[in-house]
Nanobody, 122 residues
Framework: VQLQASGGGLVQAGGSLTLSCAAS????????LGWFRQRPGKEREFVSF????????YYADSVKGRFTISRDIAKITVYLQMNNLKPEDTAVYFC????????????????WGQGTQVTVSS
């Protein structure tokens, strides 16, 4: 089982990026998928999660209205469309999987992918 994240990069404030995370292994068909991030000098924090069927979606307050999570059920891939990016969004973004889309604690996450760096310049 593996989570492969991609899509990070450097963008100016106000710009957009889309992150992708492809899950390998049919185990993940029934898992919620989502994202956490770790900003410089900070602890890893919840960003967004989406349920296995793409219906239930949760966002951190700091990204509501700017980030949109979606899921391709057939490809078992989760996307994070990030708009109106701010310098404070600069972080390593980690893909995550858990049975419950309400998961917001790093202690509860079942699987982690590798991180992808997002840097927002002012």
């Amino acid at each position: 089982v593996q989570l492969q994240a991609s899509g990070g990069g450097l963008v100016q404030a106000g710009g957009s990026l889309t992150l992708s995370c492809a899950a390998s292994g049919r185990t993940f068909e029934s898992y919620a998928l989502g994202w956490f991030r770790q900003r410089p000098g900070k602890e890893r924090e919840f960003v967004s999660f989406i349920g296995w069927n793409g219906v239930m979606k949760y966002y951190a307050d700091s990204v509501k209205g700017r980030f949109t999570i979606s899921r391709d059920i057939a490809k078992i891939t989760v996307y994070l469309q990030m708009n109106n990016l701010k310098p404070e969004d600069t972080a390593v973004y980690f893909c995550a999987a858990d049975l419950y889309p309400t998961t917001q604690s790093i202690r509860d996450v079942d699987y982690w992918g590798q991180g992808t760096q997002v840097t927002v310049s002012s």
